[in-house]
């Protein structure tokens, strides 16, 4: 047996036991693939990551759910590089560079008052593909109804790294009533059968937020409902920018909150700039320290 120590922190919030949680190994150089996914499954969380040596990067970051590796994983990120910051592992960087399954992307620190440190990552170009699937069967799933979709806004597969599909809800009440299916996910998301499902809307409990989420797994993943989502925040921006505010200039700053459905609420900030032709999309936030523990793995 390999006793593998693993670094528990939470992701877009300072408060320990809210936000996301992520596990970070940080001897990922000493796993075999096939280790990282059985820490990955027995750890449980809805990623584990883990830093590698990268020859094109500062460093390589790898993400694995409890079923499968993932291209990009925000929350993830997050939290892999406060405990490379916290542990004296990047020494005095403020700017680096992670390679990742779905490209190089730039991360830069910033600490405030307080001695907060913010975490500001570059998400891939954003990308959009339609649904083409049934509204009524795809509602069924989140134990909806079709009265509960926003009556304007369109449901699109969205990606800055990551596939996930975006739904527009009308009233913030329904989320309170979701029950997912996840099982249900692949038969109905034909295009994309391994998506997950990202329902959002634009009444917030939070005043200074502009957009309530939650997002729930694909049952591939091993997982249920991801607390606070990094990627999902950065693509549902480009969304905002493209079809609720597309007469922004400059830059759109949005504040998107989620995880207050399960006791999780944290915020992620996202950044949009560039043209509709060429958006720019960037995602900050804060990470915090919970636990170390250790898995034994065969």
Known sequence: MKKVKVYHYDAFSNQPEKGNPAGVVLDGDNLTEDEMQEVAF????????FPLKSDVADIRLRFFTPGHEMDLCGHATMATVFALKSEGMLGDKTELTIETNAGILPIRMNTYEKNETFITMKQSSPQFKEFAGSREDLVGSLGLKTTDLHPELPILYGSTGTWTLL????????????KPDNKRFPGVLKE????SVHPFCLETNNVDADMHARHFSSPFSGTVEDAVTGTASGVMGAY??????????DTLDLTIEQGHEIDKDGQ??????????SLNVEITGKAVYVKEFHIKIK
Do not use: R, W
Request: glycine share 4%; hydrophobic share 35%.
């Open 268 to 277: 992620v900030f996202v950044e949009v700039t560039g043209t509709h032709e």
């Open 42 to 49: 027995k750890v449980g969380f809805n990623e584990t990551a």
């Open 240 to 249: 905002y920018a493209t079809y609720v505010n597309s007469d922004y200039t």
């Open 192 to 195: 994309m059968p391994k998506s």
């Open 167 to 178: 739904i527009p809800i009308k009233d913030l009440s329904a989320f309170q009533n979701m």
